[in-house]
């Protein structure tokens, strides 16, 4: 069973920087794509950045420019380096990973972590 843990989230200061981490734990297989999402109570959920195994990245409006993903394939560990954070960062951030798995017949599983909060004060 895969385990999603998000962490490093909290309360900063407006232009304030945060790291949060995404650790995917307990797959027999190969965990492809990794994403963080976020969202504001009674709102949609948003992609704030993706990253896949190959590192290929992408970013949504709101994160280009001041948010940065990586990973580590070995740990199936992502990152998120949020700087120049603003007010309207304030969300429950949550990772998503697609784990590949091969049997009996190739398919993605999606996982999703419980969310951390992040807080950004003006």
């Known amino acids: 069973q895969v385990q999603v843990v998000e962490s490093g989230g909290g309360l900063v200061q407006a232009g304030g920087s945060l790291r949060l981490t995404c650790a995917a734990s307990g797959s027999h297989w190969t965990i492809n794509a990794m994403e963080w999402y976020r969202q504001v109570q009674g709102k949609q959920r948003e992609l704030v950045a993706g990253?896949?195994?190959?590192?290929?990245?992408n970013y949504g409006n709101s994160a280009k420019g001041r948010f940065f993903i990586s990973r580590d394939n070995a740990k199936n560990t992502m990152y998120l380096q949020m700087n120049s954070l603003k007010p309207e960062d304030t969300a429950v951030y949550y990772c998503?990973?697609?784990?590949?798995?091969?049997?009996?017949?190739?398919?993605?599983?999606?996982?999703w972590g419980q969310g951390t909060q992040v807080t950004v004060s003006s």
């Open positions: 998503h990973v697609e784990e590949v798995v091969e049997v009996p017949t190739p398919r993605v599983v999606d996982h």
């Open positions: 990253i896949t195994r190959g590192e290929s990245v």
